[in-house]
């Protein structure tokens, strides 16, 4: 007769125990899409911002042209060099040139906190005076951090 109270009240606890368990899996839930919903807006809202502005010449020779967002956690800023043909220039060596600089620069720009936070890949594309496009330069999130 005890052996049955005693399955009885550890089924229960077993019950209890597992209730509790998806409670706290549906809330864990919940808070991490919330939170992942409040970034996406919050990344969405700085991108509209940057556009906002854009055109807009950001060092001599360089225009950032507009920001979007082609994937998740992807960063692409659209840019073009001023004083480029492609048809003349050595676009290796500016490519090799532009890359050091932006991992530094990356590293030390608080604009970019947000996606430093949430490792985003940056994609910084650049085309040449008369559009054509020149190369990409991908930099990943422990390249900045």
């Not at 480029?84 to 932006?102: C, D």
Request: with cysteine; proline share 3%.
């Amino acid at each position: 007769m005890q052996n049955k109270e005693t399955k009885k009240k550890q089924n229960i606890w077993l019950l209890i125990t597992v209730g509790a368990a998806l409670i706290l899996v549906g809330f864990i839930q919940f808070y991490f899409y919330k939170n992942v919903d409040t970034v996406k807006t919050e990344i969405s809202e700085l991108v509209d911002k940057y556009n906002k502005n854009c055109p807009l010449v950001i060092q001599e020779g360089i225009r950032l042209d507009s920001v979007n967002l082609p994937e998740t956690q992807i960063a692409q800023y659209n840019l073009t060099l001023l004083n480029v043909e492609k048809e003349t220039a050595e676009v290796n060596v500016i490519k090799e040139e532009i890359e050091k600089s932006l991992i530094s620069t990356a590293k030390a720009n608080p604009g970019l906190q947000v996606f430093r936070e949430n490792d985003f890949i940056l994609v910084y594309s650049y085309s040449d005076k008369k559009k054509a496009f020149l190369f990409n330069v991908k930099i990943l999130p422990d390249q900045y951090k």
